[in-house]
C-alpha cells in the first residue's frame, strides 16, 4: 500500500509518504505554525518503534520558500534543542533530501558560489531572499549535527533530475531540477558575481523564480502504485524532466495514480498542456485560499477540461475553498469526477492506493 496524509498546512505543503512496515516520508512543513498546529500533533500520533522513538525514514525539502521549510526547520530546532539539553528525541529522521539553490550552485562551479556567498554576506540583512538563504543553510546545519545524513546516494550530494534511489522498497526518481533550470540557475550565480551585484541572485527568491527552478520533483512508486509530488516546480519544467528522464515521450500523456498540482494550483506555474499530458486518478491541492489565490479556477478549468466527462477521478482540497469549490461544482455539471475537501475535524486528508487487482 502507498498511502498519503495531507496535513493542514495552510497556504503550503506538508504531507506524509507512508508505505511498506511503516515507512514514513516527510514531504515539506508548511509555514511556521504548521508545525505546531498541524505536524507535531501528527507526528506523535505515528507509531513508536522499538526504541520508544517514532521513525521518519526520509525528510524531503523541496525548496527554500517559506511555506514549505518552516515546519522542517522547526523540527530539526526542536530535535536539535532537546539533544543539546540531553532530553530523549521523540523523533529519529533516517536521512534528509535538500537542495538549497545556493547548495546546487556549490557543486556545480564553488567558485561563483563563494563569491557571491561573499556578495550577500554585505547585502543589508533583512531581505527575505538572505533570510530564505539562512533558512536553508540551518537546515543543513541542524541536520549535520543531529548526526542526520543529507542526500546521501545521490551523485554529487544533490538530487538532479534521471537520479533513481531506492528506499526501503519505494523507488523515487528525481524529475526536476532538471539541466535547463540547473543552467538557469547557475547563469544568474555567475551574472551576480561578474557584475559583483547580489542583487541579481536574490531578486530570484523575491519573485521565487529561483526556489521554482530549483524545486525538487518526485516521482515515486511502491507496488506498482505511482505518485507525482511536484513541489512549486513549473509545469514545462516537470514536462521537460520527464521526457529527459525517459518516463515521457515527446508529446506523449502518462497517467499517475496521484498528483500533487504544483505551486498550490497556481496558475503561473502550469498551462492547459501539463493537464493535458499528466493523468491522475487522484489530484492533490494543498492551499487554504486565504493568502494567496489558490488554487486558481483557471487552473482548475485546465484540469477539468483535460478529462473526458466520463473519466472518474477525485480532487481533493486540504482545506475548504468557497471560490474553488465553487468553481468545481459549476466544472462537475455533466461530469464524473468528485471533489474531496478536508474536514476541518479531520487532521489529515487521507488518499490510500491499494495493491493493484490483478489483471482479469
Ligand atoms: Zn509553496
Not at 549535520?144 to 531506492?166: A, H, M
Amino acid at each position: 500500500m502507498l498511502r498519503f496524509d495531507f496535513l493542514d498546512a495552510r497556504h503550503g505543503d506538508c504531507f506524509l509518504v507512508r508505505w511498506g512496515d511503516g515507512r514514513v516520508m516527510l514531504v515539506d512543513g508548511g509555514p511556521s505554525p504548521v508545525y505546531q498546529d498541524s505536524l507535531l500533533p501528527y507526528l506523535e500520533t505515528l507509531p513508536p518503534t522499538g526504541n520508544g522513538r517514532r521513525h521518519i525514514d526520509v525528510v524531503c525539502v523541496t525548496h527554500v520558500d517559506d511555506d514549505h521549510i518552516a515546519g522542517i526547520e522547526r523540527l530539526l530546532t526542536e530535535l536539535s534543542r532537546k539533544q543539546r539539553d540531553g532530553e530523549a528525541l521523540p523523533f529519529q529522521v533516517g536521512q534528509t533530501w535538500f537542495n538549497a539553490a545556493d547548495q546546487i550552485v556549490n557543486s556545480q562551479a564553488p567558485a561563483s558560489a563563494a563569491a557571491v556567498r561573499r556578495l550577500l554576506a554585505t547585502t543589508p540583512r533583512g531581505a527575505a531572499s538572505i533570510a530564505s538563504i539562512a533558512q536553508g543553510q540551518r537546515v543543513r546545519t541542524q541536520a549535520k549535527q543531529l548526526g542526520i545524513d543529507l542526500n546521501v546516494g545521490f551523485p554529487d550530494r544533490t538530487l538532479l533530475s534521471c537520479n533513481r534511489i531506492e528506499v526501503h522498497g519505494l523507488d523515487v526518481k528525481v524529475v526536476a531540477p532538471d539541466t535547463v533550470a540547473l543552467d538557469a540557475l547557475l547563469a544568474r550565480w555567475r551574472a551576480a558575481e561578474s557584475a559583483r551585484d547580489a542583487g541579481i541572485v536574490t531578486a530570484g527568491y523575491t519573485d521565487y523564480s529561483i526556489p521554482n527552478l530549483s524545486s525538487t520533483v518526485l516521482l515515486i512508486e511502491h507496488l506498482e502504485r505511482r505518485a507525482l509530488l511536484t513541489g512549486d516546480a513549473r509545469g514545462d519544467r516537470i514536462l521537460s524532466g520527464l521526457e529527459e528522464c525517459k518516463l515521457l515521450k515527446s508529446g506523449a500523456r502518462m497517467h499517475v495514480d496521484l498528483l500533487k498540482l504544483p505551486h498550490h494550483g497556481s496558475n503561473n506555474n502550469v498551462t492547459s498542456d501539463f493537464f493535458e499530458r499528466i493523468h491522475a486518478d487522484h489530484y492533490v491541492i494543498s492551499a487554504d485560499g486565504v493568502a494567496h489565490h489558490h488554487p486558481n479556477e483557471q487552473t482548475l478549468t485546465w484540469l477539468v477540461q483535460s478529462r473526458s466527462p466520463e473519466d472518474i477521478f477525485t480532487i481533493h482540497l486540504t482545506n475548504s475553498i468557497e471560490f474553488a469549490e465553487m468553481a468545481l461544482q459549476e466544472l462537475a455539471v455533466g461530469r464524473r469526477f468528485r471533489t474531496a475537501v478536508r474536514h476541518a475535524a479531520e487532521p489529515a486528508a487521507i488518499v490510500s492506493l491499494g495493491a493493484k487487482a490483478p489483471a482479469p
